[in-house]
């Protein structure tokens, strides 16, 4: 008996030398030692443990050894005050359909960790692609269940056997980014196991992920951190989850909830499950200490198997501009762009002058939000294209060129004599109360900061309206652009044409309008800061239409690169199906003027090319393609390499043929949303098989410049139940 104990033993110790910190290896002696840790803790240290005390930290315990431990966003990059590699976004790498490649991200994101003394990534994110419009689709690997948990597995092995610790979220059924701490998805159990977990599961029973990140909004009515079903019978007892269950920042409601509810470390840091709130809740025996007990061994036995406690966290032989982060950036983007059309075989580009024109043409554009990332360098797709073609050959019409400056043809009145804006500040967020200054000003471009706008107004809480008269002196397209920290919007004759009115982080809003030729335009900008940071700035500019007919008709080929960027796709919000008027506008316009052009789009999912996919030649979906992705798409585009990437969802002609285009949105005036997954199982291709709807592009669609003919093709049955 005793030698049999042995093998056993010695047997879980060999699987844990094999899979090399891949699994999270929580062996007896582990929890063992963790048990340890947490009998010499106090209560109190024990309910301060389980939140962070800072954002991305799990706090210390120093008369215990316990280190402070590092985590980052996320899913495409280092993100937290730091440069880093940003790699291609979730549903270009789910686009490769590629194993290797998945693993090989994780190796990267795992030593640019390291390199920066991160103990933990917050990634990979794994939510089923439901709609194109939800927000943060960009960061997910796609509709299909199987390709999304395969992806997101080698992803967590590649982090895991760098020794770093990965995180699956968002648990569960966080589909959209509308009223995501409200919403209730109402999904039924078979639904819920046949679509929505088996990504999580394989994450948990098969790459063995050290955490598991628990999602904003309810589920069937609880919230996802306080939903004991969610987190203890399925992620604990029905798959077996020894790791750590934290939620999403600020996704925690109740503290007593979320304690018995199964969560086990509040982030950023503790505002429910704290001192205050638990310690009475276990004196009256409503939470139990041992339950509090529990969540610290999670937390402290999954460090130790990661040697989180033990080990320098910070590899300073690691480079931080990395060169083979860079590389498996570059492998990324060559395999993940999918050819979506190409008539007459107009792509490759491989002689003559090119134009690249549109607003994502010198940037590289990238998903909002935890996403975010700020790389070293960028190579854009103006760039890859000079770099390959020399820069006699290749033409330059970003927005900033194309549009111009009409700043000096805005003035303060009707009168027509003084340009600039008429300011007006108020003590209040709100735009009420007594007027503070007026000022004239010649331009809207204030970056405040932690400041006030003039002595004696607050840091916080205040507001300003500039208005300003506009008469255009010829016909043409004006593009509007305003950006801030917080709410901004831009009336017209006092029609709200663009603006992002809330709460919220530097963003940025375009809007384009034909204007007439005498016609006076009243202009009205509003905003307000709620706290924080404060900044805001206006541009206008016109289509300089001459300058785009001379560069269209000196062209032998045109390029135009549009799509959305962090501001219009991302994190807390979700997006319209179709591109902004004056994107679409531009499109139409030089497909009009040229007969050789190619669009390159830039977006997290499918979006709307009935208004203008018919008239250009070739299609090209970027998704996000990070920074080395205007190099492989030069490569692309002039034949160097043939694409090979292929759809991960549907592409649907129109918003209104998709299968969950009816339960997307909770329409109702009631203050607690509830969307009802009707669709059941059928979402994706599933859903437009039953429904009988031929999406514009299916799943799995990608074109290449090679030709393929299929003959002689046939079906034989080897059994009851077998075909080949």
């Given at each position: ?148 948990g395969e992806t997101a597995k080698e992803y967590i092995l590649g982090v895991q056997e760098e020794g770093v610790m990965a995180t699956v979220k968002h648990f569960a059924a966080n589909n959209q980014e509308w009223s995501r701490h409200h919403a209730s998805s109402d999904v039924d159990e078979r639904t819920l196991q046949e679509i929505y977990f088996p990504a999580f599961r394989k994450a948990v029973q098969e790459a063995g992920v050290g955490a ?86 999670h937390i402290l036995q999954t460090l130790i198997a990661f040697g989180a406690l033990d080990t320098p966290r910070e590899d300073k032989s690691i480079d931080k501009d990395n060169a083979q982060s860079k590389e498996i950036a570059l492998d990324l983007a060559r395999e993940g762009v999918v050819l979506l059309k190409n008539d007459n075989g107009t792509l490759p580009y491989r002689n003559g002058r090119t134009l690249v024109i549109g607003p994502n043409a010198d940037i590289i554009p990238t998903g909002g939000g935890s996403g975010f990332v700020t790389p070293y360098s960028v190579v854009s797709l103006y760039d890859g294209m000079v770099q390959l073609k020399g820069g006699r050959q290749i033409e330059l019409l970003s927005d900033s060129i194309l549009y111009k400056d009409m700043s ?317």
């Amino acid at each position: 008996m005793k030698i049999k104990k042995k093998v056993a033993l010695s047997g879980l110790l060999l699987c844990c030398a094999i899979t090399a910190k891949a699994q999270v290896c929580i062996t007896p002696q582990v929890e063992q030692r963790a048990r340890e840790l947490v009998s010499q803790m106090t209560l109190e240290e024990k309910i301060d443990y389980i939140s962070g005390p800072k954002s991305f930290y799990i706090r210390a315990v120093p008369r215990l050894g316990i280190p402070e431990i590092r985590m980052a966003d996320g899913p495409q990059g280092i993100r937290n005050n730091t440069q880093s590699t940003l790699y291609p976004c979730g549903i270009l790498s789910a686009s490769t359909w590629n194993r290797k490649l998945a693993r090989e991200l994780g190796h990267g994101l795992a030593r640019d960790a390291k390199a920066r003394g991160v103990s933990i990534l917050l990634g990979p994110g794994v939510n089923i692609y439901r709609s194109p419009l939800c927000g943060r689709n960009y960061e997910y690997f796609g509709e299909d269940p199987y390709l999304t948990g395969e992806t997101a597995k080698e992803y967590i092995l590649g982090v895991q056997e760098e020794g770093v610790m990965a995180t699956v979220k968002h648990f569960a059924a966080n589909n959209q980014e509308w009223s995501r701490h409200h919403a209730s998805s109402d999904v039924d159990e078979r639904t819920l196991q046949e679509i929505y977990f088996p990504a999580f599961r394989k994450a948990v029973q098969e790459a063995g992920v050290g955490a598991v990140m628990d999602s904003y909004n309810p589920l069937n009515g609880v919230h996802a951190t306080e939903n004991s079903w969610l987190n203890i019978d399925v992620l604990r007892k029905q798959w077996g989850f020894k790791g750590i269950l934290m939620s999403d920042w600020t996704s925690v409601y109740s503290g007593v909830g979320a304690a018995n509810g199964g969560l086990d470390l509040e982030m950023p840091v503790g505002k429910f499950m704290t001192r205050e709130i638990l310690i009475p809740a276990i004196e009256n025996g409503i939470v139990k200490e041992e339950t509090i007990d529990a969540k610290v061994r999670h937390i402290l036995q999954t460090l130790i198997a990661f040697g989180a406690l033990d080990t320098p966290r910070e590899d300073k032989s690691i480079d931080k501009d990395n060169a083979q982060s860079k590389e498996i950036a570059l492998d990324l983007a060559r395999e993940g762009v999918v050819l979506l059309k190409n008539d007459n075989g107009t792509l490759p580009y491989r002689n003559g002058r090119t134009l690249v024109i549109g607003p994502n043409a010198d940037i590289i554009p990238t998903g909002g939000g935890s996403g975010f990332v700020t790389p070293y360098s960028v190579v854009s797709l103006y760039d890859g294209m000079v770099q390959l073609k020399g820069g006699r050959q290749i033409e330059l019409l970003s927005d900033s060129i194309l549009y111009k400056d009409m700043s000096q043809q805005i003035y303060t009145d009707g009168s027509f004599t003084q340009n600039g804006f008429k300011g007006e500040y108020y003590n209040t967020r709100n735009l009420t109360g007594e007027l503070f200054q007026a000022a004239i000003e010649p331009a809207i471009d204030h970056a405040w900061k932690y400041g006030a706008p003039f002595d004696g107004m607050p840091v916080d809480q205040f507001s300003a309206r500039w208005t300003g008269v506009y008469k255009a002196d010829k016909d043409g397209t004006v593009k509007f652009q305003l950006a801030g920290d917080d709410g901004y919007r831009l009336f017209v004759n006092d029609k709200l044409i663009t603006g992002d009115w809330g709460n919220h982080s530097f963003s940025t809003r375009s809007a384009f309008m034909q204007v007439s030729a005498g016609e006076i335009y009243r202009l009205r900008i509003e905003y307000f800061d709620n706290v924080g940071e404060a900044t805001v700035s206006f541009q206008a500019g016109m289509m300089d239409e001459e300058r785009l007919a001379s560069s269209l008709k000196h062209a032998r080929n045109v390029i135009v690169c549009a799509g959305f960027n962090s501001s219009t796709e991302g994190e807390g919000f979700d997006r319209p199906f179709a591109l902004s008027y004056g994107q679409e506008y531009l499109i139409n316009k030089v497909a009009s003027l040229h007969d050789n052009v190619a669009v390159v789009v830039n977006a997290g999912g499918g979006i709307d090319f009935r208004n203008w996919g018919q008239s250009v030649q070739a299609i090209l979906m970027a998704w996000y393609p990070g920074q080395e992705g205007g190099k492989a798409l030069a490569e692309i585009i002039t034949g160097k390499l043939s694409p090979s990437g292929k759809l991960p969802v549907s592409i649907e002609e129109k918003w209104e043929d998709n299968p969950v285009y009816g339960n997307y949105y909770d329409n109702r005036n009631v203050p607690h949303k509830r969307v009802q997954y009707a669709e059941g199982v059928f979402v994706g291709y599933r859903g437009y098989d039953r429904n009988g709807k031929q999406p514009l592009y299916p799943f799995g669609y990608g074109l290449s410049y090679s030709s393929f003919e299929y003959s002689n093709l046939s079906v034989e049955k080897t059994g009851e139940a077998g075909l080949r």
